[in-house]
């Protein structure tokens, strides 16, 4: 049996907490997509059916609108800047938790893989 | 065309077309001897009845290979789980999986997000299909419903746009060919959308006009292949698992219980960050091009081209140096915990 460095302890908590956090979220945007999805691109995207076509195109839609919510500047650049107040408050706050969900997860474990390219390999 | 790393100095090849093993042998060896005959036939002995049937996978060895290595013993545990899962496909679903083999085996090296996503992009790229074929009946019906023609300015303007999609759509690159009357070009005359054909078939018809006549036959072109690249594609995700479950079995095999066991860890630590990280790097990379640099508006070819795009790039960053992480993870852990 062989004790961890600190290095590697630190890189395996990024590693499995970052992906546990990534795995969540597929969870969490397979719900989105079947509860929420579907209005907001009625409102938002004129009823275009793209980001629920499938779970692929359903991640992208979830950091759209959250993007969307987070930010006034893209709201704008979208043309989503007044409809957006149409989406009620609860939803927005999913969408927004989700977004930052994923980004802190996608965070963790990208910074255990550059550490590791860093100090590993 | 070679699908599994472990099999270095042999290929796997795909049949492309049913015929006697004999005769598969003398197309792939230049003239063959006894032994090579012998030897294929106890490398591949998951052939039944001497004959070899479209989408079954067959090693080849080297022509002098005299011995059946444990790669070769491997290969066949591969084999037939292929040749299970090609007993569910349908003939023209075995010819699918022949014609898009190569790409199959080219990122199977990789993992299996790759070929999540573009299953996932040819699933898109079919539903879409569908709903501007839907547009298009829609646009026929609703104009001759109204004004009792198809003549008018509404109905071309509306018209000409929906062509356009469907040919741009149509036209894609690398996208499967959906079959039937399907082809990019003169979509009116593709489609067999002649106004004054339509318009006698629907005065013969009387009452209130829902459907085009006959026109339900591309809408079932594009559901047959829907249907083939979902099953494909998980055959597809078998030859992609069967890389890490092989490289696992080959250390139990050749090796002492110690690399069995650190095997077990690093392989599954590889495989399971591979696909994470492909997962959060198709995603990041998505998000920041087509959102944050360049701001694609929703729904049009260009969100759709930049996300399978980005997606795939990113997708094969991630679970390239995810599973480099994985893997070190796995190892570490086999360490740590002691077992031999």
């Known amino acids: ?121 | 065309m070679e699908a599994l790393p472990s099999t270095q100095n042999k290929a796997i090849h795909i049949v492309e077309k049913q015929m006697p093993v004999d005769q598969l042998i003398m197309i792939m060896y230049n003239s063959p001897s006894e032994n090579t005959y012998k030897h294929f036939k106890m490398v591949n002995s998951h052939i039944k009845n001497g004959i070899v049937q479209v989408g079954q996978v067959v090693l080849l060895s080297p022509a002098d290979a005299q011995e059946c290595t444990i790669e070769e013993a491997e290969f066949l545990k591969v084999a037939k789980a292929v040749d299970l899962t090609l007993l569910k496909l349908s003939n023209s679903e075995k010819q699918l999986l022949v014609n898009r083999y190569e790409f199959f085996s080219n990122i199977a090296s990789y993992n299996g997000l790759l070929l999540g996503v573009s299953n996932t992009a040819w699933k898109a790229h079919t539903v879409q299909v569908k709903s501007i074929l839907k547009e298009i009946e829609r646009t026929y019906v609703a104009s001759y419903n109204s004004s009792g023609n198809l003549h008018n300015r509404n109905f071309f303007t509306q018209r000409k746009i929906q062509f356009a999609r469907l040919n741009a759509a149509l036209s894609r690159f690398s996208q499967p060919a959906l079959g039937g009357k399907l082809v990019s070009g003169d979509i009116r005359s593709n489609l067999g959308l002649s106004s004054k054909s339509i318009i006698h078939q629907w005065s013969k018809q009387g009452g209130n006009i829902t459907t085009i006549p006959n026109f339900h036959k591309n809408y079932a072109a594009v559901a047959e292949m829907s249907r083939n690249l979902k099953r494909v594609g998980h055959l597809g995700i078998v030859l992609t698992g069967g890389d890490a479950v092989a490289n696992i079995q080959k250390a139990c095999t050749v090796s002492d219980s110690a690399t069995c066991n650190k095997a077990k860890y690093t392989e599954t630590g590889k495989a399971g960050a591979s696909v994470i990280g492909g997962i959060g790097g198709g995603m990041v990379a998505t998000w920041a091009t087509c959102t944050l640099v360049f701001g694609v508006p929703t729904g049009g070819t260009s969100a759709f081209w930049c996300a399978v795009v980005a997606g795939s790039a990113g997708g094969y960053a991630g679970g390239k140096y995810g599973g480099e992480f994985g893997g070190f993870l796995g190892e570490e852990l086999y360490m740590s915990k002691g077992v031999k």
């Not at chain 1, 546990?20 to 509860?35: H, P, R, T």
């Not at chain 1, 704008?76 to 927004?96: L, N, S, T």
């Open chain 1, 1 to 121: 049996m062989q004790d961890l460095s600190l290095l590697t302890e630190t890189l395996m908590f990024l590693g499995f907490t970052g992906g546990a956090g990534i795995f969540i979220w597929i969870g969490i945007v397979l719900y989105l997509k079947s509860k929420w999805l579907p209005l907001l691109e009625d409102i938002l995207d004129n009823g275009v059916r793209f980001y629920t076509l499938n779970v692929f195109f359903a991640g992208q839609g979830v950091l759209q609108y959250g993007t969307v919510f987070l930010s006034s500047f893209h709201a704008k650049r979208f043309g989503m800047y007044e409809k957006r107040d149409k989406v009620p408050k609860h939803i927005q706050r999913q969408f927004v938790f989700a977004f930052c969900w994923f980004m802190v997860s996608v965070t963790l474990f990208g910074a255990a893989i550059v550490l590791h390219r860093t100090y590993v390999l």
